[in-house]
């Protein structure tokens, strides 16, 4: 990696995150259950859970992917609350603060690397060309990717992908990060390049929510842990109090599958 992720002061305007009695269901599925989450500002947080459990539902109700059933979200001074009117402006408003990095990298395969990271701060934010290619230069340099800006992706591997991903969101100013299972697609000795540009957006002071079965980097970085199973919190606390000693039997029983 050549430089820090962040450098600029004012580049990084962190902003927490509160997710409050969240409830979504698809038909008669209660997929969430009165979930709260508050996410310091800066802080990372760390989601963990058997598949099917709402971790994904619940980060895409964080961006307004989708519609949440009840509840409030709130990320900075946006806050959208379930059952009222949100207009296109406010969606934008809130969706603009958040950025999300998925499992599959979502690449635009007939763009090269370069247009990837600079056409959605051109769409999104209006920036002009030349400063998108700018400043999407500088944040693939800072992943260690700038000698790739002229390829397509496809000739990328998956975790020079994922990274292109993460410029990609940071390119466009959010206030938090929202990450699911970055590194599930990739090889382990892949992953790890992933990961080590999360752990430095983390240290510089990003607030983060992964979804994420590498404990490793829970543990590590992770300033909060919290566990969920059937749509609900079932445990949550400091990561390694959790991991060392779990009080919820089915979080031992995940642990011990996944560590
Ligand atoms: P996780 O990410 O923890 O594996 P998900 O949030 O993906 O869990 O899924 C939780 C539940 O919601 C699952 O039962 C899944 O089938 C259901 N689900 C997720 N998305 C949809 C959708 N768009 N339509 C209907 N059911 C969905
Ligand atoms: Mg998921």
Redesign the pocket.
């Known amino acids: 990696m050549s430089g820090p992720l962040i450098t600029q002061p004012n580049e990084l305007a962190t902003a927490g995150v509160a997710i409050s009695n969240l409830s ?1 269901s ?2 008669d ?1 209660l ?2 259950d009165d979930i709260s989450i508050t996410v310091n500002p800066g802080s990372v947080t760390a989601l963990i ?12 109700c964080v961006n307004l992917l ?1 519609t949440p059933d009840k509840g409030v979200i709130t990320v900075g001074s946006q806050t959208v609350e379930a059952g009222k009117r949100v207009t296109d402006r406010q969606l934008l408003a809130l969706r603009r603060q958040v950025g999300m990095v998925f499992q599959s990298f979502n690449l635009f395969p007939h763009y090269t690397v370069l247009r990837n990271v600079a056409f959605p701060q051109e769409k999104i934010l209006g920036r002009s060309r030349e400063e998108a290619e700018q400043r999407a230069l500088t944040l693939l340099e800072r992943v260690g990717l700038k000698d790739k800006a002229d390829q397509h992706p496809g000739r990328c591997s998956g975790g020079q992908q994922q990274r292109i991903a993460i410029a990609r969101a940071l390119a466009l100013n959010p206030r938090a990060m929202l990450f ?2 970055p590194t599930s697609a990739l090889d382990p000795e892949v992953g790890v390049e992933v990961l080590a540009v999360m752990r430095e957006l983390a240290h510089a002071g990003m607030t983060m929510i992964v ?1 994420t079965h590498e404990m490793q980097f829970a543990r590590d970085v992770g300033d909060h842990l919290v566990v ?1 199973a059937e ?1 609900r919190i079932i445990e949550e606390g400091d990561p390694v109090d959790v991991m060392n000693s779990p009080r919820e039997e089915r979080t031992r029983r995940f642990l011990s599958a996944v560590l």
Not at 49 to 60: A, D, E, I, N
Request: glycine residues 20%; without cysteine.
């Open positions: 979504k698809f038909g599925n997929v969430l859970g058997p598949s099917g459990s709402g971790k994904s539902t619940l980060l895409r989708e699911d299972e979804v969920m749509g």
